[in-house]
């Protein structure tokens, strides 16, 4: 680490204005994955996360293992489905965009949110995916333009892509 980057304490994060990104993990199975979510909700300073379904949640021994702390300052809540955080969401102000490839969805290259809107990003199980009433839910999907043989990226990975493009162009948080 750079000694003169300074970086907030568990404390100041947790007091620290924050980007109007949330985070949505329908049924996700591997804490290892739900853990790197809270990584990357703490590198962006994302809102908050919502767990659904049977996605776990801390202190599982995974999360703990991949979040390195994350969880502790990251703002979460458990839902028992996804049609429940939407309804949480939706009454929250936010957007709701499912990380999904259909006929109708939008390539992230093209998906243009107005500055400081509020959007919540929707990732699904990591085998099959979002669930199609998730999807009719939605006001839009997005997929990650992609060009080899497998067309599928970790769900992690394709966290990290989304949530910073969605930062970069909703806004960063300030200072």
Not at 92 to 112: H, K, P, R
Not at 164 to 174: E, F, H, T
Request: charged residues 20%.
């Amino acid at each position: 680490m750079n000694p003169d980057q300074s970086r907030l304490t568990s404390d100041q994060f947790r007091n620290a204005p924050k980007a109007p990104v949330r985070v949505v993990l329908e049924n996700i199975r591997s804490g290892i994955n739900v853990g790197s979510f809270f990584r990357t909700a703490d590198a962006f300073r994302l809102d908050a996360i919502h767990l659904c379904g049977y996605t776990a949640q801390p202190p599982h021994r995974d999360i703990l293992k991949s979040a390195l702390g994350a969880s502790e300052h990251v703002t979460w809540w458990h839902h028992e489905s996804t049609e429940e955080a939407v309804v949480k969401l939706r009454k929250d102000g936010y957007q709701i965009a499912v990380i999904e490839q259909t006929s109708s969805s939008v390539m992230l290259t093209n998906w243009t949110p107005q500055p400081g809107e509020k959007w919540a990003f929707v990732f699904g199980n990591e085998v099959r995916g979002v669930e199609a009433s998730t999807c009719h839910a939605a006001d839009t999907c997005i997929e990650i333009p992609q060009f080899g043989v497998k067309q599928s990226l970790n769900v992690s990975v394709c966290g990290g892509i989304i949530l910073w493009d969605a930062v970069r162009k909703i806004g960063l948080p300030p200072s």
